[in-house]
């Protein structure tokens, strides 16, 4: 089914001046300088421990060299990103602004050979943008073969952003959250604040750091994980039926039922799957760290070592880092 939905839960910030590009490029996991007109960035924002602050999608506002960025961030971590990105500005000629710009999550099915084509040609990956006349599209992270087409359309808040993606409207934005979840994207959000370096979400695996490029905050612990083969823990999508009274959420607890006495890893990001498609009311999507040799063996619950049973979905892409 394809669908438009606004993602009230995610903000864009407008980062301008003659020092933007290297004062991003100096505080986040990605290479901010060497990224294109028509390329976007995922990235880590890290304390010096390496754990993760922030996460940020970022591209250039317009193709123009030079053109400021902007970054779509959780609306929850907007003031404590910024009140730590302001106190490293020194003496740099950059500027912050929260922009009025609104970010929606377009999902279209994929077509048949002998289909109608769908609005927007296919992307041939993710982290593209393509730029409209009142608006910017990004192509997301997707499950590849069969899985549905995914884009960030940002625009203002006065245009029609149905009537620009030509995919009807929908209210509830749980659809795009479970996406996310089964194509192994995780966010930072409050509640799971510090808790995960960038490997922990996948991030270098999605093309969220830059083993090249030069130092930002926890880039040390960042890169020893990577360079020592230490990355013992990763994201991994699961599915849970915890029932209509349970609420999951980030930074929650996974246990295994087999090794009741201590947690056998974390809920990154969770969200109910609704109950379209044939889903039950009740049923939840949980993206979860866990430790690598647990994968295959272990009873995984929620709630505690008795609770409802996490299955985990198809992982979308392989878990090293041997790339």
Request: proline residues 7%.
């Amino acid at each position: 089914m394809d669908f438009i939905v606004h993602l009230n839960e995610l903000a864009v910030l407008r980062i301008d001046g003659e020092d933007a590009d290297n004062f991003l490029h100096t505080q986040l996991s990605n290479d901010i300088s060497g990224m294109g007109a028509e390329d976007a960035r995922l990235a880590a924002y890290c304390t010096p421990k390496g754990r993760m602050l922030g996460s940020l999608v970022a591209w250039r506002e317009t193709a123009e060299a030079g053109s400021p960025l902007l970054a779509i961030v959780k609306a929850d971590l907007l003031e404590p990103l910024l009140k730590r990105l302001r106190m490293f500005v020194l003496r740099a000629k950059v500027r912050f602004e929260v922009t009025a710009l609104k970010v929606h999550g377009v999902s279209m099915a994929p077509r048949a050979a002998d289909a109608p084509q769908a609005p927007w040609p296919a992307p041939a990956g993710p982290w593209q943008v393509h730029r409209e006349a009142r608006a910017a599209r990004i192509s997301a992270p997707a499950v590849v073969g069969g899985g549905p087409l995914r884009w960030w359309l940002v625009c203002p808040e006065d245009a029609d952003a149905a009537a620009l993606a030509g995919v009807p409207s929908r209210q509830n934005a749980d659809a795009w959250r479970a996406q996310d979840v089964e194509a192994g994207l995780g966010w930072v959000e409050q509640a799971n604040v510090e808790l995960f370096i960038p490997q922990s979400l996948n991030y270098d695996l999605i093309g969220g750091v830059s083993f090249t490029k030069g130092c930002y905050p926890g880039q040390e612990v960042v890169a020893r994980a990577h360079f020592r083969g230490t990355v013992k823990r990763r994201a991994v999508p699961g599915v849970c039926q915890a029932g209509t009274d349970s609420a999951l959420h980030a930074g929650m607890d996974v246990f295994d039922a087999q090794r009741p006495r201590s947690p056998a890893g974390r809920i990154i990001n969770a969200t109910p799957a609704g109950t379209e498609n044939g889903q039950q009311a009740g049923e939840w999507r949980v993206l979860m760290e866990i430790s690598l040799t647990d994968i295959g063996h272990a009873d995984f619950r929620a709630l505690s070592p008795e609770g409802p049973a996490i299955r985990l979905l198809p992982q979308p892409y392989p878990l090293d880092d041997s790339r």
